[in-house]
């Protein structure tokens, strides 16, 4: 079983993330769970949701403290929250942002680094606006790249169950982060 | 594999495929999921109801009472201070012998002010004459939505079907989601021998004197005791058409144990992972899940407990001035059995929808482990003092 956190922010879409990763996980034969930080939830503020995916049923129940993987929604979260807490050593950080996994010293030394751009990705595919690009979607084809948890067409079709407008575009912001995410060695 | 759902729409989805005709509603946190998705599939039209907006629970129930004293299959949902709002209708429904079910989400009572999950609520509708159920995961949750009719159209008392907060309620998963046309072949249409009818008119709910109330007690009492068979039975038969088993508890590696972790709803579920940890350290335990509290499952009790060394109740629920309460049921429910009786540990645990880890489920039993016998009726596990 693996276990995966994703960081965003209340509005960027990290819940949606974490039940289309689930619903493709599905897709493609596994045993999944998804759930909120559970409780209240403010725009702007960190927020996380959590992954839990199987061959087996899943039977925990509990939080997930001590995540496999993180994903990184906002890149500005790293300066205001620890992203790596609880984080298991050799474990995958996913971030959305314009820099490279070398630019990210701090955590090479006991994790594994991967960048996707989801911003310019969103944009390019008119998902939000540049103060908001919707990069829900696109980054979730960087994370079934790297972690191996799904495959691109169970993706699409999770995203297309979950988004309610733009599926195709959304889609699309998925593909291209699959083939576009940045990362070193084997995934 | 499956739909990937939430705890809460798989309730909408087991009162979809059980055809159910009415559906009155209040919206509360952590419930309103429920019966948003309803109030959609109705307005889609997918769900051939009638989906009545009210102004209270106490509304809501009453008027589910009324819609299902016509005869209709009803359904309404609710949640804690919404439950506790309803507490005049709960006894009328049962009273009543009214087959109606009810999906609690699990929520602890006010004060303080808290959303998250714990048992209070529902425990306290204990005496009321509802049937409870309690679930581990999201697809119990709509199966035992389905059972629930099966069952309460049988002995024409009430369910209630409880899904823990955001453990369940919120949580996604993966959901098998019954085919309509199977389900119906499990679930006829309800059709009442006695209902309200204006071409056969009766009293409902009449003035009942002393010379009279008790025997309607003692038919509720038989009803219940009718109750555990039936759902033995439904049990068997849904495992049959749909391939999943359900009974009144549920076992988990009891074979050679000495010792049993009895634990109802989602802690039972993760419980799982504690004991096959324990079991891997050699330590003889296994897994008593009560699935239905109401009727109470003594004679499984019994059975799975009788000579083992030690019983450790998990309680995510008080009875202040007591203890927990399904440690209370339990001890109780040995009292005039014969055969060697375990020492019973009670814990209370999780409360307001405190985490319940597999690390703290394996605390509570080396705790008990390391003691002889209980040395007071609670021990809390994981309060900060």
Not at chain 1, 126 to 132: D, E, F, H, I, M
Not at chain 1, 149 to 157: F, Q, T, Y
Not at chain 2, 204 to 232: H, T, V, W
Not at chain 2, 246 to 252: A, D, S
Request: aromatic share 8%; charged share 25%; net charge neutral.
């Amino acid at each position: 079983m693996i276990e995966i956190l994703i960081h965003g922010r209340g509005g960027q879409g990290g819940v949606k993330a974490s039940l289309s990763l689930a619903s493709a996980a599905a897709k493609s034969g596994k045993y999944v769970q998804s759930f909120p930080e559970f409780g209240v939830e403010r725009r702007g503020a960190p927020v996380k949701a959590f992954n839990r995916i199987s061959d087996e049923p899943i039977v925990i129940r509990s939080k997930i403290y001590n995540p496999d993987h993180v994903v990184v929604l906002d890149h500005t979260l790293i300066q205001s929250i620890n992203i790596t807490e609880g984080l298991k050593k050799g474990g995958w950080i996913i971030i959305n942002t314009n820099k490279k996994p070398g630019d990210f010293k701090e955590f090479c030394k006991n994790y594994k680094v991967a960048t996707i751009n989801a911003k310019e990705i969103a944009l390019r595919n008119r998902l939000g606006s540049r103060a908001a690009p919707i990069v829900n979607t696109a980054i979730l084809g960087a994370v079934i790249k790297v972690l191996k948890v799904s495959d691109k067409e169970s993706l699409a079709i999770a995203i297309k169950e979950f988004v309610p407008v733009k599926r195709e575009e959304n889609v699309k912001a998925a593909y291209e982060a699959y083939d576009e995410v940045i990362f070193e060695g084997e995934a | 594999m499956g739909k990937v759902i939430l705890g809460n729409h798989a309730v909408s989805y087991g009162v979809l495929v059980s055809r159910v005709q009415t559906i009155a509603a209040y919206p509360i946190t952590p419930q309103t999921l429920i019966v948003e998705r309803l109030s959609e599939m109705v307005a889609d039209g997918e769900l051939d109801a009638i989906f009545t907006k009210v102004e209270s629970e106490h509304s809501a129930l009453a008027s589910t009472i009324g819609s299902s004293s016509v005869g209709a299959r009803a359904f309404t949902a609710t949640s804690s201070q919404g439950l506790a709002l309803m507490h005049e209708m709960i006894h009328w429904t049962a009273g009543a012998r009214l087959p109606i079910v009810l999906a609690n989400v699990n929520r602890a009572m006010a004060p303080g002010w808290n959303i998250w999950t714990d048992q209070n609520d529902s425990l306290s509708c204990r005496d009321t004459g509802w049937m409870q159920v309690y679930c581990q995961n999201n697809q119990e949750v709509l199966d035992s939505i389905i059972m629930g009719y099966k069952v309460s159209e049988q002995v024409l008392l009430p369910t209630m079907v409880s899904l823990d907060a955001f453990v369940l309620s919120h949580t996604a998963e993966n959901v098998d989601i019954p085919d309509v046309k199977l389900v119906d072949k499990y679930l006829p249409p309800y059709k009442p021998e006695i209902k309200m009818d204006i071409d056969d008119p009766r009293s409902f709910g009449a003035l009942s004197s002393p010379d009279n109330y008790m025997e309607f007690r003692y038919k509720m009492q038989e009803a219940m005791d009718k109750a555990e068979d039936i759902i033995i039975k439904e049990g068997k038969e849904f495992e049959r058409i749909f391939g999943r088993k359900y009974g009144m508890v549920e076992e988990y590696r009891t074979e050679g144990a000495e010792i049993i972790l009895v634990v109802s709803a989602t802690i039972a579920s993760t419980a799982r992972a504690s004991i096959d940890s324990l079991r891997a350290k050699g330590i003889k335990i296994g897994l008593l899940r009560i699935r239905v509290f109401r009727p109470f499952p003594v004679k499984d009790i019994a059975r799975v407990l009788l000579n083992k060394k030690k019983a450790i109740v998990i309680d995510r629920n008080i009875s202040y001035g007591k203890s927990g309460i399904f440690f209370d049921e339990i001890k109780g429910a040995f009292y005039n059995i014969e055969g060697e009786k375990p020492k019973i540990f009670g814990y209370i645990a999780g409360l307001g929808g405190r985490d319940v880890t597999p690390e703290a489920i394996s605390d509570m039993v080396n705790d008990a482990m390391r003691k002889d016998k209980p040395e007071k009726d609670i021990i809390w596990s994981g309060v900060k003092l």
